[in-house]
């Protein structure tokens, strides 16, 4: 063999494995671009913002006693009102779709979503209960609102959640009910440390402080109830939400209050309860109305102070002398009997107890209410210095009526002329 031939075998032997090294540019093909790899890749996102996002409100929450119920739920691929990619049937994350039941099982329910789109909804993404029996939750046929959850199952069906929905339509409620100044229903659930748990869609928490306008002692008995509150805080990022039954309560109150106030008018007479004592009178509460029955209102006789008289808590008889509507206003007497100075004749002598002593006299209570004044001029025909040298406390004496001043109140008396006839 010439040399030449063995040089052009030399370089047909190195060349030969070139073509060898053609089925390694299969590796260069897209392979990353199959979609086996991306599922690998992209399907735990999803997953991994659940386990990261979801625990927030539960964290919020644990003052309520109480563990989130949709803790374990899948959140869709972007939060709500956030840009989500899209799913199989150009379908986003968080999307609320309605489909009638096509088919339903123990485990899960078949939703035709229209278009041919079949969707799931199984137990865990139902309610509250994860092994609750489905067959008896719904009918064929009955249309059914699902939040979409951003994949689908083995078979190809949109998976989706009627809790999440329910959850993102009671957000969606609640604050509306906080801009509009309204109301919420909702179940009381559980006690729970501080307060309540109520679900209205989510889960709330009203405080003790919070519940009704008196204080409540036995919580356990509204359990089970339903209420209406009003909204005080809601945060649904951290799925915080506090409310206010007793604002319901209140306002309830304040509009059967103008009501009866309507029906009242001067003269009318009640039985109401002693709410508040001020230093210029006692606040009286009638069915829902307060009337203020001034210090001079509330007896016969001089009240320096309400509590002479009344306590907080007590039901006393009022009689109404006049209603300032435009202002709510109600003032209230407790002077029910005629005035026990009409019954007193100048001129008249009757016995009284000597109540107090003074510098310039004794004050002697002459009848239930009236208390009238013996100046020390009028105590004896002698000089007297001091009414202790004449009368004690507690005494009984003979008196004579000088003078009587109903606008006043006062009383003049006279033991010297009393005496002498």
């Not at 009866?260 to 039985?271: C, I, P, V, W």
Request: overall charge negative; some cysteine; glycine content about 8%.
């Amino acid at each position: 063999m010439s040399e030449a031939e063995t040089t052009v075998e030399s370089e047909t032997a190195e060349v030969e494995p070139e073509p060898a090294a053609e089925p390694e540019a299969v590796v260069e093909e897209p392979k990353p671009e199959t979609t086996e790899p991306e599922a690998a890749t992209e399907e735990p996102e999803p997953v991994a913002e659940a386990a990261t996002e979801e625990p927030e409100p539960v964290a919020e929450a644990e003052p309520t006693g109480e563990t989130d119920k949709t803790a374990s739920e899948p959140k869709p691929e972007a939060p709500p009102g956030e840009p989500a990619a899209a799913t199989v049937d150009g379908l986003t994350g968080g999307t609320i779709v309605s489909g009638s039941v096509k088919t339903k099982a123990t485990h899960e329910i078949e939703l035709d979503l229209g278009g041919g789109r079949i969707g799931v909804i199984s137990q865990r993404y139902w309610g509250d209960d994860p092994a609750v029996d489905l067959t008896r939750e719904c009918v064929l046929g009955e249309v059914i609102n699902a939040a979409v959850l951003v994949r689908e199952d083995h078979k190809g069906r949109i998976v989706l959640s009627r809790l999440w929905a329910m959850q993102q339509i009671a957000w969606v409620n609640v604050a509306r009910a906080a801009a509009a100044n309204e109301a919420v229903t909702g179940t009381i659930t559980a006690v729970v440390k501080g307060g309540l748990s109520c679900d209205v869609g989510v889960r709330g928490f009203i405080p003790s402080s919070l519940i009704d306008v008196e204080p409540v002692e036995n919580l356990q008995a509204l359990v089970g109830r339903e209420v209406q509150c009003k909204v005080v805080e809601a945060d649904q990022v951290s799925g915080r939400l506090v409310l206010s039954r007793k604002a319901v309560v209140r306002a309830e109150q304040r509009k059967a209050a103008k009501a009866f106030m309507e029906t009242m008018s001067a003269g009318d007479e009640y039985t109401g309860k002693v709410v508040d004592l001020q230093d210029f009178g006692a606040f009286v509460d009638i069915n829902g109305v307060r009337g203020l029955v001034h210090t001079t209102e509330m007896a016969w006789k001089r009240v320096q102070h309400p509590s002479e008289v009344v306590s907080v808590g007590d039901e006393v008889q009022v009689r109404v002398k006049s209603i300032q509507k435009p202002k709510q206003r109600v003032n209230l007497t407790m002077k029910l009997t005629a005035d026990p100075l009409g019954q007193l004749e100048v001129g008249a002598v009757i016995t009284g107890r000597v109540t107090r002593l003074v510098d310039f006299g004794a004050f002697v209570a002459v009848a239930d209410d009236i208390e009238g004044l013996v100046h020390i001029t009028e105590m004896a025909e002698y000089r007297v210095y001091h009414p202790e040298e004449i009368v004690l406390p507690g005494e009984e004496v003979w008196v004579k009526v000088l003078a009587v001043d109903r606008k006043r109140r006062r009383v003049d008396l006279s033991i010297s002329q009393a005496i002498a006839g």
